[in-house]
């Protein structure tokens, strides 16, 4: 019986030894995770966010308000009206000259007539001509006024527009808009707060790939390559493992010391390089969870 107990825990002791080395590197999980800010100041009127919900891209999920911001946006549009009412009528202004320059020029003419018949002085045409300059003079020197007013009118009337335009952006940025497919992990703020440019209101992240973030040693690492498969596995019940199936997506170019909570498959080792390993989540995988990776060596 005492040969029996013997054999038996040392079957046991060989096989806890052998589960030790049983994998090549030990990691943590962990995902791109993305906090979604403010991008206007106010109180935050509605904020459809809980934690566990899964988001897509562009779906918006609250607002702040913009009461302010849209009565800006009215006054700013009557003030454009009110400065385009100021426009002057060049057309108008310069009809008057015009039938002046017109009558003038016909007095001109009649002048010339009368001086070739001995009916009229050299100084009554000399007048005639006179007149005719002056009023040419007042419709170009009016109508450069003109022309210098509705600029200005025109420049100031720009300058609102612009105004208006950042307000709508601003009216736009009120709108909370979710900027990546995910599940919300976090949620920083709740209606009713006052919100901030820039103040995180929740943390997503898309978990329906997940990383493993792994530390091999410098032994391993001529035998790990990108894109090569590997076995992962993570704890399941009654002291079982689930096996994933995942990919070498990122080695680190530079050795670091082995992090306290990690342990490779040669404890001695100080330097490890970290790798990256995507696997396909069932929904199983959280952030933060161990995995142990088993390398198959390239061929």
């Known amino acids: 019986m005492k040969k029996i107990a013997f054999i038996i825990i040392a079957a046991t002791a060989i096989s806890c030894s052998d589960n030790k080395n049983?994998?090549?590197?030990?990691?943590?999980?962990?995902?791109?995770?993305?906090?979604?800010?403010?991008?206007?100041s106010g109180i935050i009127k509605e904020l459809k966010v809980e934690e566990g919900n899964i988001l897509k891209e562009n779906?918006?999920?609250?607002?702040?308000?913009?009461?302010?911001?849209?009565?800006k946006r009215d006054q700013l549009v009557a003030q454009i009206k009110a400065t385009q009412?100021?426009?002057p009528d060049i057309n108008s202004q310069l009809d008057v000259y015009r039938e002046e320059l017109k009558q003038a020029k016909l007095d001109q003419q009649r002048m010339q007539n009368l001086v070739k018949a001995d009916a009229a002085t050299r100084k009554q045409l000399d007048d005639a001509t006179t007149k005719v300059s002056v009023i040419q003079k007042q419709i170009t020197a009016l109508q450069t006024q003109l022309n210098i007013s509705t600029t200005g009118i025109d420049?100031?009337?720009q300058t609102l527009?612009?105004?208006?335009?950042?307000?709508?952006?601003q009216l736009a940025k009120?709108?909370?808009?979710?900027?990546?497919?995910?599940?919300?992990?976090?949620?920083?703020a709740e209606v009713g707060e006052m919100a901030t440019i820039g103040k995180p209101l929740y943390k997503i992240a898309d978990l329906s790939t997940i990383n493993l973030r792994v530390y091999?040693?410098?032994?391993?690492?001529?035998?790990?390559?990108?894109?090569?498969?590997?076995?992962?596995?993570?704890d399941d019940t009654n002291k079982t493992y689930k096996e994933y199936s995942g990919v070498v997506e990122w080695i680190s170019d530079k050795a670091e010391f082995t992090p306290k909570t990690?342990?490779?498959?040669?404890?001695?080792?100080?330097?490890?390089?970290?790798?990256?390993?995507?696997?396909?989540?069932?929904g199983y995988l959280k952030i933060g969870m161990y995995g142990e990776i088993k390398l198959k060596l390239s061929k």
């Open 174 to 188: 009120s709108k909370i808009v979710n900027k990546t497919n995910g599940t919300v992990l976090t949620k920083y």
């Open 262 to 282: 990690i342990q490779t498959k040669d404890e001695r080792a100080n330097l490890v390089y970290a790798v990256k390993v995507r696997v396909k989540n069932d």
């Open 155 to 157: 420049d100031e009337t």
């Open 161 to 169: 527009k612009v105004q208006i335009s950042q307000i709508q952006d």
């Open 59 to 71: 779906q918006v999920v609250g607002y702040i308000d913009t009461i302010q911001l849209s009565l």
């Open 85 to 87: 009412s100021k426009k």
């Open 22 to 40: 049983e994998f090549d590197a030990t990691g943590t999980f962990e995902a791109v995770e993305t906090i979604i800010p403010a991008e206007a």
């Open 216 to 234: 091999i040693t410098g032994d391993q690492l001529p035998g790990v390559k990108l894109n090569d498969n590997v076995k992962v596995f993570v």
